[in-house]
């Protein structure tokens, strides 16, 4: 079964500054993978998604990820960060070939100092 | 174009009381799915209804049942409400031709509290 790594918890960055979160899974052969945005009080939204092709995806507000086949890493980055940002962010792999299912990393929480 | 609603918003049950929790989109997507969230550990899938007549176990099944009444409805019901079972529920529905891959949209949320 897929598993995946959100290995901070919790981070906090001024406006303006750069952003970096990470994510891991193990299912090296993972065809496609998202990040899913919560805003506090309120349900998942789709930041991005990637499928085979490049490797580099464009998400909604500024967002962008890279998949790393060799790392198994699908990192999101930001590079100026708003405090509109201030919310939770969840990779979601699929839980298996074939699956209809998602596995939801425990999330990595950001805050933004004005 | 609602998306995807969620009845009631809250809720606070006693030990061993039932109650449904409701779910609807206007999408006319196949697959609707169940998940709660708790505090440090993401979401994790409770049910799923692939399409209208199906319904499949996700991670956490037990305790709970599910009703895909109709294309856009997917109910969530609690026979017998513990403790361990106070979250936040979320529905979402995806269009359901990529299975996994497809884009998931989610309600807003239902919070139960169970004392």
């Known amino acids: 079964a897929q598993s995946v790594t959100q290995p901070d918890i919790h981070i906090t960055v001024s406006e303006g500054a750069s952003l970096e979160l990470r994510c891991n899974y193990s299912?090296?052969?993972?065809?496609?993978l998202f990040w899913y945005v919560q805003s506090p009080g309120q349900g998942l939204q789709l930041l991005l998604k990637?499928?085979?092709?490049?490797?580099l995806v464009q998400g909604i507000k500024g967002f962008e990820a890279e998949f790393k086949r060799s790392q198994s890493s699908f990192n999101l980055r930001k590079p100026s960060v708003h405090w509109s940002d201030a919310a939770e962010y969840f990779c979601?792999?699929?839980?298996?070939?074939?699956?209809?299912?998602?596995?939801f990393g425990k999330g990595t929480k950001l805050s933004v100092i004005p | 174009n609602a998306g995807v609603t969620q009845t009631p918003k809250f809720q606070v049950l006693k030990t061993g009381q039932s109650m449904t929790l409701q779910c609807a989109q206007d999408?006319?997507?196949?697959?609707m799915y169940w998940y709660r969230q708790d505090p440090g550990m993401g979401l994790r899938l409770i049910y799923y209804?692939?399409?209208?007549?199906?319904?499949d176990k996700g991670e956490v099944p037990n305790g709970y049942n599910v009703s895909r009444l109709n294309k856009r409805e997917f109910s969530l019901r609690l026979e017998s409400a513990a403790p361990s079972q106070t979250s936040v529920y979320f529905c979402?529905?995806?269009?359901?031709?990529?299975?996994?891959?497809?884009?998931?949209?989610f309600g807003p949320g239902t919070r139960l509290t169970v004392l």
């Open positions: 990637y499928f085979s092709g490049d490797t």
């Open positions: 999408m006319n997507h196949n697959s």
């Open positions: 979601a792999p699929p839980s298996g070939a074939g699956s209809y299912q998602l596995t």
């Open positions: 979402a529905s995806s269009e359901g031709e990529k299975g996994a891959a497809d884009t998931q949209y």
């Open positions: 209804s692939a399409s209208e007549g199906t319904t």
């Open positions: 299912y090296g052969a993972t065809p496609y």
